[in-house]
């Protein structure tokens, strides 16, 4: 499961080490992290074309939703996070606490806690949600860091399917796992699906429903696999379901 990292973390002075570190974190929890960093743009048209286009490529978005220069999260992440929300994709963030907005406004600019308007007289949101609305209703989001969050996404995720028979569960993740990195890029194969229905004698309709059933479900951690070994224990995985009907 591919996961686009919103945030300002990109502005941070250790910006690359923070992104090793939360590549790492969401390896342990099944994922794969995509983050600004990973394009390398560097004209604002480009940053933005590369933003978006990983946003269209991740199942799901973590947001780093933390105040960032004032009172509300970073603007773009913002703007990422309503992206992703109308391309229809999972979108979480984190907050270190959950502070009301109104407690927070006032709290910065050193006002009573119970004041319903800011400094400038604009009324404050007072919805006893932590951040605006429009916000706080499309994304589930939790107290803490990054590590809560993947932990909240992995839990909203369906139960990971199973067969009655634990090789037929593996021979599943098997070839979702070729036809994810066929889709990736990662295998030279330009019909995958059809290179499935001939290795496990299963028609499409079939594999179609095997993605249907693992779709939005991150796959065991493959550290070190090569193409190759996808593609051995691919072949190998239908040979064994073959013999399993």
Partial sequence: MKIYLA?????RPDAEDWANQARKLCRQYGCEALTPLDHGATTPATI???NLALIRTADALVANLNPFRGAEPDSGTVFELGYAVALGKPVH???NDMEILRARVNRLEHADPARSHDDRGMAIEDLALPLNLMIAASAR???GGLADCLQSLRDALPAEPTG???RERLAHEAAIRYLR???EGRIADRTPLATITHQFKVDEATVQQWVAAWSGIALPAAEGYLPEDVIRKMKISGRQFRHLS
Wanted: proline share 10%; with cysteine; net charge negative.
């Fill in 93 to 95: 963030g984190y907050l």
């Fill in 181 to 183: 990195w066929a889709e």
């Fill in 7 to 11: 945030g300002p973390d990109v502005f």
């Fill in 164 to 166: 009655t028979d634990p």
């Fill in 48 to 50: 933005c074309a590369g």
């Fill in 141 to 143: 989001i939790v107290a």
